[in-house]
């Protein structure tokens, strides 16, 4: 299983981004699909997951600012990010559970100017 991650750039406070996961096998067959991040100095933090059912978690910093979808016709999960702040600029990983493996794209950086 293959994800390539897209979107990540550099937004101004109070700015919007919108990631992408794309996965090289039907997204039908990913249990849990979602988004880590990593900033300098600190430990990976869970920013949102969303299972088979649509079912979704989101990491409290997060929490009504950002959303997470999967598109089941593209094989392809999203993070819909707004209200955006230098606190959440970090190296923004998908991730796939398939089976019991977990996959990891290769990261996407987001930088967030006050």
């Known amino acids: 299983v293959q994800l390539q991650a897209s979107g990540g750039g550099l937004v101004q406070q109070g700015g919007s981004l919108r990631l992408s996961c794309a996965a090289s096998v039907s997204i039908s067959s990913i249990n849990v699909m979602g988004w880590y991040r990593q900033a300098p100095g600190k430990q990976r933090e869970m920013v949102a997951d969303i299972d088979r059912s649509g079912s979704t978690n989101y990491g409290d910093s997060v929490t009504g600012r950002f959303t997470i979808s999967r598109d089941n016709a593209e094989n392809t999960g999203s993070l819909q990010m707004n209200s955006l702040n230098p606190d959440d600029t970090a190296v923004y990983y998908c991730?796939?559970?398939?089976?019991?493996?977990?996959?990891w794209g290769q990261g996407t950086q987001v930088t967030v100017s006050s």
């Open positions: 991730h796939a559970r398939v089976g019991p493996k977990t996959y």
